[in-house]
């Protein structure tokens, strides 16, 4: 996930925030309330592909704030906001431990996955395996297709450089691969094309964004392109099948979009997570801390899946009972793409 330009949503995301602090104010919760979504209306890059009214919506929730004037109707309140918000960018970190940390989106109502197990891969489905780094691992199939697994697009270009030198020294001999994106975090749209960059030898538009710069909900940067170009001394041009599911998230998304630019790839598996935007966090009066998204991201045809998520050419999903006994129809299906 992106914090201008990258940062994963968890607690430690405090580490590497953006925090924009103003002047001490009023810390009562109905003006915490307000701060919020004022805030929000002001900052939300969404906003221009979501059906939503954000004002109808404020003055709702903000009875109760009014009326109960307690942090529990605030923490309520302003979690009833985010799930109308539906962005997994989008979440809430109370300082007071009797309100847990909230995450909007389809990842923040899932919690966890239970589709998809890398010892599973490892175990049943590759016939070697190279450990690269923390998250990223390179591996061949029986049946000589290559594999390439990515918990992340985070490790700096240079690293995701030498990971692909290593693979496709690896994997020349092989007749297609697997690039599984399963619970892959995101990170940084730069090595998101870069990765794509050494897939082709041809020059590809890949996805546009813009930035909110300003409180009108038509502020934003022009839009700046993103580009596919060859990278790297070498290119692997054989045959591609993408595995994506509802934790593929935010550059690990843009990525998938990459990929989809070069005719030779088919994805399989599940829709994305739909969080594609940058982000910035931010800090209430009373110390709480908040994300939302800035941006605004789309493809090369301009369509956003802000909100939805990237969809798969074939869909297929696992389950745990599938997972459980040692089996995965989604990288079953890919080894027959490829057979073809």
């Known amino acids: 996930m992106k914090l201008v330009f990258s940062c994963i949503i968890t607690l430690s995301l405090i580490s590497c925030d953006k925090t924009l602090l103003g002047p001490e104010e009023d810390n009562s919760p109905l003006n915490n309330y307000d701060i919020f979504c004022k805030d929000v209306k002001e900052m939300y890059g969404p906003f221009c592909v979501k059906k939503l009214n954000w004002d109808s919506l404020t003055i709702e929730f903000r009875k109760d704030v009014e009326v109960q004037n307690s942090e529990s109707a605030l923490y309520d309140a302003i979690k009833s906001l985010m799930i109308h918000l539906n962005d997994n960018h989008v979440s809430l970190i109370p300082t007071n431990p009797d309100y847990p940390f909230f995450q909007s989106g389809i990842v923040g109502r899932m919690g966890t996955f239970t589709d998809f197990s890398l010892p599973v891969i490892e175990k049943n489905y590759l016939k070697e395996k190279v450990d690269f780094a923390q998250g990223l691992m390179y591996g061949k199939t029986e049946d000589n297709y290559g594999y390439l697994y990515l918990s992340h697009v985070a490790a700096g270009i240079k690293s995701f450089e030498k990971f692909l030198d290593e693979a496709f020294d690896f994997l020349k001999e092989t007749d297609g691969i697997i690039i599984d994106l399963r619970n892959n975090s995101g990170g940084n749209d730069n090595e998101a094309v870069y990765i794509v960059g050494r897939f082709t030898r041809e020059k590809h538009s890949a996805y546009k964004f813009r930035l909110k710069n300003g409180p009108g909900e038509n502020d934003f940067t022009p839009f700046y392109t993103y580009y596919i170009e060859p990278q790297g001394?070498?290119?692997?041009?054989?045959?591609?099948?993408?595995?994506?599911?509802?934790?593929?998230?935010?550059?690990?998304e843009t990525l998938t979009m990459g990929?989809?630019?070069?005719?030779?790839?088919?994805?399989?598996?599940d829709?994305?997570?739909?969080?594609?935007?940058?982000m910035i966090t931010r800090e209430l009066p009373n110390g709480w801390v908040y994300s939302i998204s800035i941006g605004d991201w789309r493809d090369y045809r301009g369509i956003s899946y802000e909100?939805?998520?990237?969809?798969?050419?074939?869909?297929?999903?696992?389950?745990?009972?599938?997972?459980?006994?040692?089996?995965?129809?989604?990288?079953?299906?890919?080894?027959n793409v490829l057979g073809k």
């Open 233 to 252: 001394k070498t290119q692997y041009l054989k045959k591609i099948v993408v595995l994506t599911h509802r934790f593929t998230i935010s550059a690990a």
């Open 271 to 278: 829709t994305t997570s739909g969080a594609f935007s940058d």
């Open 307 to 335: 909100g939805i998520g990237y969809p798969p050419d074939i869909v297929i999903q696992n389950d745990a009972a599938d997972i459980e006994p040692g089996f995965d129809k989604v990288f079953d299906r890919a080894k």
């Open 259 to 269: 990929f989809k630019r070069l005719e030779r790839t088919i994805t399989i598996g």
